[in-house]
C-alpha cells in the first residue's frame, strides 16, 4: 500500500510539473492551460503504433544482463551482418506502417538505446527524424521498451519510469513502464510505453505478475486523471495478455465497446479484432493471442475533442510480415526461429497502430 501510494505522488508531481528536460537537454515549456490544437504543419491524422521487436541486441555484450545468446560465439552466432539484416527488415517494416513510418511510436524488446537509434535514424534514411527516450531497465535479459517521436509532431516535456515490483516475489524483476508527456499543437498528451511480465510459468501461474503491472498503470492513469479530467493519454505495449483477460479488462478497465464508455474506462478498439482461431499479433500453439495493443482515455474518442480517435483505424500491421508458406502461413515471420536465422525475418510479433484526426 505504501508502494502504491508512493506511485500515485511521484506521479501527480511528475505530470504538474511544466517546465521539464528535453531528450536533448534543453528546456521546455508547454502549453498545457488550452484545449483548442494549433494545427499549423500538422497532418491531419497522426499515427500512432507500437511493435514488439523481438530482441533487437547488438553483438556487445553486457556483462550485467543475460545477453550470451546474441553474441557472435552465442548460442544464435549473433553476427553483425545478422544484426544489420534485423535492422534492414525491422525498419523496412515500419517505414510500411504509413509515409516515413508513425509519427509517434512505442517499442519493445530493445536492448539499449543505442540499438533504437540505429534501427531508426541509421538503418533506413527514409524514415523520419526521430527522437528516442529509452531508460534501462531492471529486467534480467536486458529487454527495454522506448517511445520514439516526429519532433515536428510530438513536443516532448518529461517522462518519467515507474518501477514495476512484486510484493509476494520481491526478487522478481520486469520491464519498467515508461511514461511521456508533451504536446501535439497546444494539445497535452501523456504516452504509456508496456511490457508486462510474460506467461512462461503459464497463464494462471503468472496472471499476478500481470495484474500488478495493470494496477501500476492504473495508478498512473488515475493520477493524471485527477490533475485534469479531460486529459489525453495513450497506453501501449506488449501486455501478454489478451484484451478480455483480467489485466487488460477489470484492472486497467479496458473496455471494446465505444457505446459502453465511461469517463473512467480506457477505450481498447484492439479487442474487436481479436479471433483466437484466426486474428491477433502473435500465436501460440495454433491459436492467435493479441497480446499487442493500444488504449486511448475516454477523452480522445470525443468529437469536439481536439485529437480524436479515428474510428476503425485500429490496425494489426501484417502485410508482407508473414511466413508466407505452410501450415503457419499467416503467422509472424521470425528472424530467429528455432535457433535458426531467417534473413527475411521480422519479429513473433505484428505491430499495431490507430490514428488520430486533428480536428480544425
Known amino acids: 500500500m505504501k508502494y502504491l501510494l508512493f506511485c500515485t505522488i511521484v506521479c501527480f508531481a511528475f505530470?504538474?510539473?511544466?517546465?521539464?528536460?528535453?531528450?536533448?537537454?534543453?528546456?521546455?515549456?508547454?502549453?498545457?492551460?488550452?484545449?483548442?490544437?494549433?494545427?499549423f504543419d500538422l497532418p491531419k491524422e497522426i499515427q500512432v503504433a507500437f511493435y514488439n521487436i523481438e530482441n533487437l541486441f547488438d553483438t556487445q555484450d553486457n556483462p550485467n544482463k543475460i545477453d550470451e545468446d546474441f553474441l557472435p560465439e552465442g548460442?544464435?552466432?549473433?553476427?553483425?551482418?545478422?544484426?544489420?539484416q534485423k535492422l534492414q527488415q525491422l525498419s523496412t517494416a515500419i517505414g510500411a506502417m504509413g509515409k516515413a513510418g508513425p509519427h509517434v511510436l512505442g517499442l519493445a524488446e530493445v536492448e539499449n538505446a543505442t540499438v533504437v537509434e540505429e534501427l531508426l535514424n541509421e538503418s533506413n534514411p527514409a524514415l523520419r527524424k526521430y527522437e528516442i527516450i529509452h531508460e534501462e531497465?531492471?529486467?534480467?535479459?536486458?529487454?527495454?521498451?522506448?517511445?520514439?517521436?516526429?519532433?515536428?509532431?510530438?513536443?516532448?516535456?518529461?517522462?518519467?519510469?515507474?518501477?514495476?515490483?512484486?510484493?509476494e516475489d520481491p526478487a522478481?524483476?520486469?520491464?519498467?513502464?515508461?511514461?511521456?508527456?508533451?504536446?501535439?499543437g497546444s494539445e497535452p498528451i501523456y504516452f504509456m510505453v508496456n511490457h508486462w511480465p510474460s506467461r512462461r510459468e503459464g497463464q494462471k501461474e503468472s496472471e499476478i505478475r500481470r495484474t500488478r503491472a495493470a494496477a501500476l498503470a492504473r495508478i498512473a492513469v488515475d493520477s493524471l486523471m485527477n490533475i485534469d479530467p479531460e486529459a489525453n493519454i495513450i497506453l501501449m505495449g506488449d501486455f501478454n495478455d489478451d484484451p478480455t483477460n483480467k489485466s487488460i479488462s477489470q484492472v486497467l478497465r479496458g473496455e471494446g465497446n465505444w457505446e459502453d464508455l465511461s469517463s473512467e474506462e480506457l477505450y481498447n478498439p484492439m479487442e474487436q479484432l481479436h479471433d483466437p482461431n484466426s486474428e491477433g499479433t502473435l500465436t501460440y500453439r495454433g491459436k492467435w493471442n493479441l497480446f499487442d495493443q493500444i488504449l486511448l482515455s475516454e477523452?480522445?474518442?470525443?468529437?469536439?475533442?481536439?485529437?480524436?480517435y479515428q474510428k476503425g483505424s485500429a490496425t494489426i500491421f501484417s502485410k508482407e510480415l508473414t511466413v508466407g508458406f505452410g501450415r503457419g502461413s499467416a503467422?509472424?515471420?521470425?528472424?530467429?526461429?528455432r535457433?535458426?536465422?531467417?534473413?527475411e525475418g521480422y519479429s513473433d510479433h505484428f505491430p499495431v497502430y490507430v490514428r488520430l484526426r486533428v480536428n480544425q
Open 137 to 167: 531497465s531492471p529486467d534480467a535479459r536486458g529487454i527495454d521498451v522506448a517511445l520514439a517521436y516526429d519532433p515536428v509532431v510530438f513536443i516532448y516535456s518529461s517522462h518519467k519510469i515507474i518501477p514495476y515490483s512484486l510484493p
Open 75 to 84: 548460442r544464435y552466432q549473433w553476427t553483425s551482418d545478422k544484426y544489420q
Open 172 to 184: 522478481y524483476t520486469s520491464r519498467d513502464l515508461l511514461l511521456v508527456g508533451g504536446t501535439i
Open 299 to 308: 477523452e480522445l474518442t470525443s468529437p469536439k475533442n481536439a485529437l480524436v
Open 15 to 39: 505530470f504538474s510539473c511544466k517546465t521539464t528536460s528535453s531528450p536533448s537537454g534543453t528546456s521546455d515549456t508547454p502549453t498545457v492551460s488550452s484545449r483548442t490544437i494549433d494545427t
Open 331 to 337: 503467422n509472424p515471420r521470425r528472424a530467429v526461429f
Open 339 to 343: 535457433g535458426k536465422f531467417d534473413p
